[in-house]
């Protein structure tokens, strides 16, 4: 049994606390909001990002930073990607001891092209981190507090810190797999929101499953050019986070990416998708970045950069469309795709 600390209380780092709590690891959920801290506390429940779920009632809540530091002996991070640094530093100016840090969340920061592992080093001193490990791969909060089955893989260059990991979420619905492709299935969780956008658009348009299948086949050739250029294995890519989250995400009206991209795909601008979502959409923040990377290291993605002008530069998802099947002639597997 161990004492561990989620940091963010949405619906996946509700989830997976819920799963920590069942396997009786004493867990500690925290987030920013008292309110919401409260409630999870006292009444079991998160409506507003789990509606209808019953939370274990030994899964505690609070909103105290000092109180969560010091109940953990392993750290989640389920924050979204653009809260890292700043709960990073909030952590730092508390911990003082060495301890494994598992991040969950799936994107990459835009102008820096930082992955998230290396934020939290960049902001967690040498001193408090034992090692960082990425949980990543096709999971919906919503069928994970139902025991729907479900598999991950627990990533980092150490294996034993993977693997110790891996014992701490695993159980009879939740099935935990080891990887020490770290880059690889980070760029996976990462970029698979931006064509899962990509989807969204497709079905937003009202195009049918040829155009859905062509998409996702396509976008994971992206995925993996550009994944093996930043030094991942190919091989990850074919894997729970690269085709496993890929397939989950683009097909599933769970998938906040998807139903962005849906609503793009019928003819609202960003703007006023992202204020009638009203949660984080990590794929558009992930497109600026990638968009950013082929550029860095030369690589063609041509979806991502169709993405890139529909959200940023206000073009058409249709002509967008029509640019992409036009484009010149080319050979499927020379690798220059």
Known sequence: MSNVTVFGAGS????????????????????????????????????????GTVLPTNLKATSNMDEAVAHAEIIVMAVPTKGIRETCQKIMKTLDRKLIFVHVSKGIEPDTLIRISNIMKEELDESVVQD?????????????????????????????????????????????????????????????????????VSDGIGFGDNAKAALITRGLAEISRLGVKMGANPLTFMGLAGMGDLIVTCTSVHSRNWRAGNLLGKGLKLDEVLEQMGMVVEGVRTTKAAHQLAAKYDVSMPITEGLYEVLFEEQSPKEIVEKLMLRMKKTEMDGKY
């Open 132 to 200: 960082v490990v990425a949980l990543s791969g096709p999971s919906h909060a919503e069928e994970v507090v139902k025991h729907h089955p479900t598999t991950v893989a627990s990533a980092c260059e150490n294996l034993e810190s993977a693997a110790i990991v891996q014992d701490l979420f695993m159980n009879q619905y939740f099935r935990v797999y080891t990887n020490e492709d770290i880059v690889g299935v980070e760029l996976g969780g990462a970029l698979k929101n931006v064509i899962a956008l990509g989807a969204g």
């Open 12 to 51: 996946w780092g509700t989830a997976l606390a819920t799963v920590l709590a069942e396997n009786d690891h004493n867990t500690l959920l925290w987030s920013h909001r008292q309110d919401q801290a409260d409630e999870i506390h006292l009444k079991h429940t998160n409506e507003k990002y789990l509606p």
